[in-house]
Structures are given as structure tokens and as C-alpha cells.
């Protein structure tokens, strides 16, 4: 794809991984608007992605003020390290909002979109996708659902929507 004026979403874009694929997309002549809940470096929307509402709402105000989404890069990822029953389960829940749920979230409003411009969908998952550990239950547990939320949306999005 050239990514050259396109408008690609890059979730956790304010810092860590996130705010490095902005700056290459920025380097490279695309537009990206990172999505976080801290302001990023050039176009951004401050949003918290554990409440998937705010999430799609801030993907639609992308989509008004840039007429389109050519791509998503889903970044976003937090983590509480601990045994489950030390970690609360407020915060475990939201390590599950934030790195499976806002994910979801920002592709299914980024969707339409996608599809009409043949665009491109991008999560980052983890080693820890993979490979199971103690003390991290959660995060392994999301970005597990990551990589199975990407494959399903590779095989119904053949054709339409490249998927990675």
C-alpha cells in the first residue's frame, strides 16, 4: 500500500511503539492520527480506548475530519503485572479493554471506511501471545485474543481489507 497523504489510525500513538510507527508513517508521507489517552505529537484524538464507545466515537471524528481512514495500526497495549488474585480486577479488566476491546473497537468504526478504499488493518500483539507466563494473565489473555481476533478478520475480510 502507499501510505503517501493516506490517513492511517495508530492506537497507543502517544508513546512506546505507537509513537514510533507515527513518527515513520509522518517520515514516509502519510497522515497519521495516533488515538490515546495522552496528547501525541501532530494529529491526534485523546481518547481512552477501554470504553469502546469513546473509542468508535473518536475514530468518527477522524473519518469527518479527514474524509477517510486508509488504515489502522492497532498499538495500544497496557499491563498490570501480578499473580490474578493480587492484581484488582477493575484493573484487570481494563488491561482487557484497552488491548482487546479498543482494538476491536477502532477497526469495526474504521471499517466501512477500510472497505471503501480497499485499506489496511495492522495489529500488534505480543510474544506473550504465544507463549504463556505467570503474572500476566491478563495481558496474556488479550493479546491471545488479539492474534485469534486477527486471523478471523483476516479470513472475513479476504479480499476486501488486507490484514497483518
Known amino acids: 500500500m502507499d501510505i503517501q497523504d493516506r490517513t492511517v489510525v495508530v492506537t497507543g500513538g502517544a508513546g512506546g511503539l505507537g509513537a514510533a510507527v507515527v513518527a515513520a508513517l509522518a517520515k514516509a508521507g502519510a497522515r497519521p492520527v495516533a488515538l490515546d489517552v495522552r496528547p501525541a505529537e501532530g494529529g491526534h484524538e485523546v481518547v481512552d480506548l477501554a470504553d469502546s464507545a469513546a ?15 486508509d488504515a489502522v495500526v492497532t498499538c495500544a497495549g497496557i499491563d498490570t503485572p501480578g499473580a490474578l488474585d493480587a492484581v484488582p480486577f477493575d484493573a484487570w479488566e481494563r488491561i482487557v479493554a484497552v488491548n482487546l476491546i479498543g482494538t476491536a473497537a477502532v477497526v469495526r468504526a474504521a471499517l466501512p471506511s477500510l472497505k471503501e478504499r480497499h485499506g489496511h488493518v495492522v495489529t500488534i500483539a505480543s510474544t506473550l501471545a504465544h507463549k504463556a507466563v505467570g503474572d500476566a494473565t491478563a495481558y496474556c489473555a488479550s493479546k491471545f485474543g488479539v492474534v485469534g481476533f486477527t486471523r478471523a478478520l483476516t479470513a472475513e475480510l479476504a479480499g476486501q481489507v488486507g490484514v497483518t
Open 55 to 69: 473509542a468508535m466515537a473518536a475514530v468518527e471524528r477522524v473519518l469527518a475530519s479527514r474524509g477517510g481512514i
